[in-house]
């Protein structure tokens, strides 16, 4: 069974509906570690509405903070320190996909960062949306993992931009799972069509 964390190369790239759709493609289980803000209205609940199948669970944050800001913003003025060593998967038997805070390099407290809660077993997929600076920033993100020695893949996001992908495929040279393009809407029916499209690629 494999574990995928799921990235971003910002905030709202487009990472929540990337995690649903790798959920209903291999009817994996789900794990946000770290929620901030929105709880009432949270990522894991966001995908459990998109998905079709039964096998898939849904495991509890390990955090779940109040306020919509940086993890350690957010831990801070909910009166609680972020503990690495206390954020552990799920045990599960089944595929596992776990959805990150931000980019990278979010802190979650004052010495680490969101990096240092992936592993080296998981396939990590980085989540690129073209816009003034995406390149840097996708670039950046994927040469650290490939650095760190992770197995990388990209799912470009929102409206093709052809000249940028294209050279982040050429510079990168990792493996493009697909595209989630800029869609009216995104409901069951639209996540499972994704499914089907990316499965073979996982």
Do not use: C
Not at 66 to 85: G, L, R, Y
Not at 104 to 132: A, F, W
Not at 155 to 177: A, L, Q, R, Y
């Amino acid at each position: 069974m494999k574990t995928y964390f799921v990235t971003g190369i910002s905030t709202e790239v487009g990472k929540t509906i990337t995690s649903a759709i790798l959920v209903e493609a291999l009817q994996a289980d789900y794990w946000k570690p770290i929620q901030a803000g929105e709880l009432d209205n949270s990522d894991t609940q966001k995908v459990k509405r998109l998905i079709s199948n039964k096998k898939s669970k849904f495991h509890p944050n390990s955090y779940a903070l109040k306020t919509p800001m940086s993890p350690h913003a957010a831990a801070e003025i909910d009166a609680v320190t972020i503990n690495v060593k206390d954020i552990k998967a799920p045990k599960t038997k089944n595929h596992l996909v776990i959805e990150g805070a931000g980019g990278l390099l979010v802190p979650v407290n004052q010495n680490q960062t969101i990096l240092d809660i992936i592993i080296p077993e998981y396939h990590v997929i980085v989540v690129s949306r073209h816009y003034l600076g995406s390149i840097n920033h996708t670039l950046l993100t994927v040469n650290l993992l490939k650095e760190k020695g992770f197995q990388v893949s990209i799912i470009f996001s929102g409206k093709e931009h052809e000249t940028t992908e294209d050279i982040i495929i050429k510079m990168t040279k990792v493996p493009i799972i697909g595209r989630i393009d800029e869609e009216p809407y995104f409901d069951k029916n639209v996540i499972l069509e994704y499914a089907e499209l990316f499965k073979d690629k996982l």
